[in-house]
């Protein structure tokens, strides 16, 4: 048998037959993941399933194909192609994508992949890559969504008094930064249990690190200590405060990091703003202050 007749086979015990993807795996010994995989290679253009069989194309080329259903579209990508190194799998695959946006996209991941499958987005995904969580097909729809989400953190932080607040989704946002000056959050006394629970972080992260020294630190050990920063972190954001008059003099600029999640750059006052010398130390300049504060 033909590797090209398996997938004909499983495609005609799903579709024909009714069985399910679990029934046909249990048939033949094989996992759920295979089926899928030999169902999408049966999807590709007729032309490539022959071709294959006449060992014109590579099954890593077919593969490739499989990323998209689309015939037309594997058909158009292939045949832009002349030259058989030009029509290596990664370049087929970037072609058919290069109209979507990967899932690990910080935009996507900002909206959140479930989100947008919600608000009626196709999602492709790449069953011969393991790491690859899939295309978002509808890039319209993202930006849409990226957007309103956009409009409400920028609501929040006028809500918590900021004088005004952007969203920034690209690297560029450096050069807005560089406009403004910082202004420096105000201390706050922190509430003794926290204080307590943060030297009894230190001291959990101390022998974490010392343990890391004499051997390496297991996964759950890694993650324990990005726990316990995260923490601290927070912990340490709340020994500051921006005042309400901070607030209606500064802004926020919001970046995306690349796990998706909002970083806020707050008090941001342009420079040579006179409110600027009232609220910052004699001597201290203003923009040599943190300015990354987790809101």
Not at 92 to 107: A, E, F, I, K
Not at 214 to 236: F, G, K, P, Y
Not at 271 to 280: S, W
């Amino acid at each position: 048998m033909h590797p090209a007749d398996q997938f004909i086979a499983f495609h005609d015990l799903v579709v024909q037959s009714g069985l399910s993807i679990d029934d046909v795996a249990a048939r033949f010994g094989v996992s759920p993941l295979f089926v899928r995989q030999r169902l999408k290679l049966a999807n590709v253009a007729p032309r490539f399933i022959k071709a294959y069989r006449a060992e014109e194309i590579r099954l890593d080329q077919l593969e490739a194909l499989a990323i998209t259903d689309d015939h037309q579209a594997q058909e158009k990508v292939w045949d832009s192609l002349r030259h058989d190194w030009e029509r290596s799998p990664h370049n087929l695959r970037s072609l058919l994508t290069q109209q979507h946006v990967s899932s690990s996209d910080r935009r996507a991941r900002s909206v959140g992949v479930n989100t947008y499958v919600a608000a009626g987005g196709t999602l492709e995904r790449d069953l011969f890559d393991e790491e690859n969580e899939g295309y978002l097909a509808d890039p319209t729809l993202l930006d849409r969504l990226v957007t309103e989400r956009s409009a409400s953190l920028v609501a929040d932080l006028q809500a918590q008094g900021w004088a005004w607040a952007e969203v920034h989704l690209e690297n560029d946002y450096w050069e807005a930064l560089e406009k403004y000056n910082t202004l420096r959050p105000a201390p706050v006394e922190l509430d003794p249990a926290l204080l307590a629970e943060a030297d009894k972080l230190r001291a959990e992260l101390d022998a974490i690190d010392q343990a890391s020294e004499e051997e390496e630190a297991s996964e759950e050990a890694e993650d324990r200590r990005d726990q316990i920063e995260n923490r601290l972190d927070e912990i340490e954001a709340g020994a500051t405060k921006f005042t309400s008059e901070q607030k209606s003099q500064g802004g926020v600029i919001v970046t995306i990091g690349h796990n998706g999640k909002p970083v806020y750059h707050c008090g941001l006052v342009e420079r040579g703003n006179v409110f600027l010398r009232t609220l910052c130390p004699s001597g201290m300049e203003a923009n040599n202050l943190p300015s990354l504060i987790r809101s």
